[in-house]
């Protein structure tokens, strides 16, 4: 099986108070609590200005291409809360980059750490990938924490470009390679 054949295999699965799943275009709604937010989504994407240009952002970039995309909803309220995906998969070099987004009522919970810790042992478990990294702006202080108590160390500061403001900034890179990781 390749990586594709394993993602498809696991587009759904439970952690303790999370289930991961593909998106739905029937998330709009809650999508839209999440992306018109823009505190929710200060480090991700603009935040949405209306339900029709949510649906847009929902089809374009979590409906098109799903595999590695899930939505993080939660077991409790089963309300779609967030999303977890692997950004610039590398299939040959076999490593990935993580990036997540949570409403805002949810941080603070450890949510996003349980789904991180999760998607990182599926990451070497059954994808086989040999490295995932988190990348985030060095003001994002909440995702750092994500990393480190995922198990991630820091690996290095650097300068890029933002990719929705075209800005230089500055960013942290959190890595974890298969042999550091802890089962």
């Given at each position: 099986?390749?990586?594709?054949?394993?993602?498809?295999?696991?587009?759904f699965f439970e952690t303790e108070?999370?289930?991961?799943?593909?998106?739905?275009?029937?998330?709009?709604?809650?999508?839209?609590?999440?992306?018109?937010?823009?505190?929710?989504?200060?480090?991700?994407?603009?935040?949405?200005?209306?339900?029709?240009?949510?649906?847009?952002?929902?089809?374009?970039?979590?409906?098109?291409?799903?595999?590695?995309?899930?939505?993080?909803?939660?077991?409790?309220?089963?309300?779609?809360?967030?999303?977890?995906?692997?950004?610039?998969?590398?299939?040959i070099k076999r490593e990935a980059?993580?990036?997540?987004?949570?409403?805002?009522?949810?941080?603070?919970?450890?949510?996003?750490?349980?789904?991180?810790?999760?998607?990182?042992?599926?990451?070497?478990?059954?994808?086989?990938?040999?490295?995932?990294?988190?990348?985030?702006?060095?003001?994002?202080?909440?995702?750092?924490?994500?990393?480190?108590?995922?198990?991630?160390?820091?690996?290095?500061?650097?300068?890029?470009?933002?990719?929705?403001?075209?800005?230089?900034?500055?960013?942290?890179e959190f890595c974890i390679d298969?042999?550091?990781?802890?089962?």
């Amino acid at each position: 099986m390749n990586i594709w054949t394993k993602l498809a295999a696991f587009s759904f699965f439970e952690t303790e108070r999370l289930f991961l799943r593909p998106f739905l275009f029937s998330d709009a709604a809650d999508f839209y609590k999440i992306s018109s937010n823009p505190e929710n989504l200060s480090f991700i994407f603009p935040a949405q200005a209306s339900l029709e240009e949510c649906r847009y952002v929902l089809a374009n970039y979590f409906l098109r291409n799903p595999l590695g995309i899930w939505a993080i909803c939660d077991k409790q309220s089963e309300q779609m809360i967030g999303s977890i995906k692997f950004e610039k998969l590398d299939e040959i070099k076999r490593e990935a980059e993580l990036g997540y987004f949570l409403h805002k009522d949810f941080w603070g919970k450890g949510l996003m750490t349980e789904a991180v810790k999760e998607i990182t042992f599926l990451a070497f478990q059954e994808f086989q990938l040999k490295q995932v990294r988190i990348i985030t702006h060095v003001e994002n202080v909440a995702s750092q924490k994500v990393a480190l108590h995922a198990g991630y160390s820091l690996k290095r500061q650097f300068k890029g470009s933002d990719r929705y403001t075209r800005k230089m900034r500055d960013y942290y890179e959190f890595c974890i390679d298969r042999g550091e990781w802890n089962e």
